[in-house]
């Protein structure tokens, strides 16, 4: 098993999981060209994402989500706890 680093993108962070030349990766930051230079310093090709999830819908958090892509993504849904 082998965990990636996370990167700090300004207030955005992007973590990532990688297993058998594949990386799942919990959140997508700005914008895609800023998530490929970031992923670039961690040594994580951007083609080995296979999975994307999202912990909300802020612009820092689903940036560089591509609609064309084949990348899966799934979107974590909490329930409103009234806070």
Aim: aromatic share 8%; proline share 4%; glycine share 8%.
């Amino acid at each position: 098993m082998h965990t990636s680093p996370a990167s700090r993108e300004w207030i955005a962070n992007i973590f990532c999981y990688t297993k058998d030349g594949t990386t799942i990766m919990i959140d997508a930051g700005y914008s895609y060209e800023r998530l490929k230079e970031k992923m670039g310093w961690l040594d994580i090709d951007p083609a080995s994402i296979r999975h994307i999830l999202l912990t909300h819908q802020d612009t820092d958090h689903i940036g560089a989500v591509e609609t064309d892509s084949a990348v899966s993504v799934l979107m974590v849904d909490f329930p409103d706890t009234g806070g």
